[in-house]
C-alpha cells in the first residue's frame, strides 16, 4: 500500500526508510565474509531490488509520492541515492537509472525555498525533513561520486539558516505553521544550514547567544547523526566548536534580549517578539 493513500504499491516514506536501513545493514554485513548467509543474503538484495524498481516506476509513472517536490523528495531520494552507491558494482544498469532520476527529480524541490531562506511547507517538521535528507544527499554524492547535487543550492540553504533561528519566539518554541508541530529548539540542523558549502576548516561564525537563541533546548529527529554514513564532514568540525558553549552556567534559559521586528516578504513571513520577562522572586 501506499503512506498518505491509495492502494496501488508505490515508493513512499515508508519504503524509504526500509529501503535505507537495510542497503547499509547490507553493506555492512556483506563487507566481511561469513556475517550473512548466502540464503539471507539473496533474499535482501532481491527485495531491495524490487524496493528500487518502485522507485524507478514512481518516477516514469509520474506517482505523486515523487513528483509532489515537497519534502517527500528529497526523503525519498536519499534513499535512492543509498541504494544506488550500495549496488553500483553489483546493478550497475540500475543504479545509473536510480542516480540519473535522483539528479533530476529534486529539481522540483528546489521551488520550495524562496530567495529569502522561507521554507513555504513551515519550519518545524518540514524544514527539518528537507534538510536533513539533502544533507546526507550531498554528502553522499561528493564522497561517492565527487560532485554535488546540481539542484541543491547552497546559497539557498545558508539563508534557511536565519529563517529557522528567527521563527523560535521568546520561549524557545518554534512557531507553528500550515502542517508543522510545535517543537522546542533546535540541535545541529541550523548550524548546518548556515556553514553548508562553506571550508570546512574555517571558524564557525557563531557565539554564546546566537547559540542559545538557536538551540534553548536541544531538539532532534530521531537522532541527527545516527547513520555515520551520512554525515558530512564540516558538520563534525562545527559540532566539536559548539561543544565548549553548552555546559556555561551563563547559557541557561533567559530572555532573548529586546524587540525584534524581521521580515521576510519573498516567503510571506514576518516577525515581532518581544523578550520575556524578567525573573523575579515571586
Known sequence: GSCGGGSDPAFDLTTAEQTSFFVLFYDVMESRPDLLSRANATSIHTTLVYQIELFTSSFWGKKWQLWNGNNWTPHLCVAALEWAIVFWHEEK???????????????????????????????????YMSLEAQFAMDALHRASFGSPVAAIDAGTLNKVARWMAASMSSDAYLIDFGDSHRKRGWDMIVVEAAT????????????????????????????????PWRVRPGALASASLLLPLTGRVENATRPLGGATTMAFSSGGYAL??????????S
Do not use: C, K, Q
Not at 533530476?104 to 518540514?126: C, K, N, Q
Not at 547567544?209 to 545516527?226: C, E, K, L
Not at 515581532?272 to 522572586?281: C, F, G, I, V, Y
Open 272 to 281: 515581532l517578539r518581544r523578550p520575556l520577562l524578567p525573573a523575579s522572586p
Open 93 to 127: 544498469t540500475i543504479a545509473e537509472e536510480v542516480l540519473s532520476i535522483v539528479n533530476d527529480i529534486m529539481w522540483l524541490h528546489r521551488p520550495y525555498f524562496t530567495e529569502d531562506g522561507v521554507y513555504s511547507e513551515g519550519v518545524a517538521m518540514y524544514t
Open 196 to 227: 553548508f558549502g562553506r571550508n570546512a576548516s574555517s571558524a564557525l561564525p557563531i557565539d554564546r547567544d546566537a547559540y542559545r537563541h538557536i538551540s534553548s533546548t536541544m531538539y532532534g529527529s530521531g537522532g541527527h547523526y545516527n547513520n
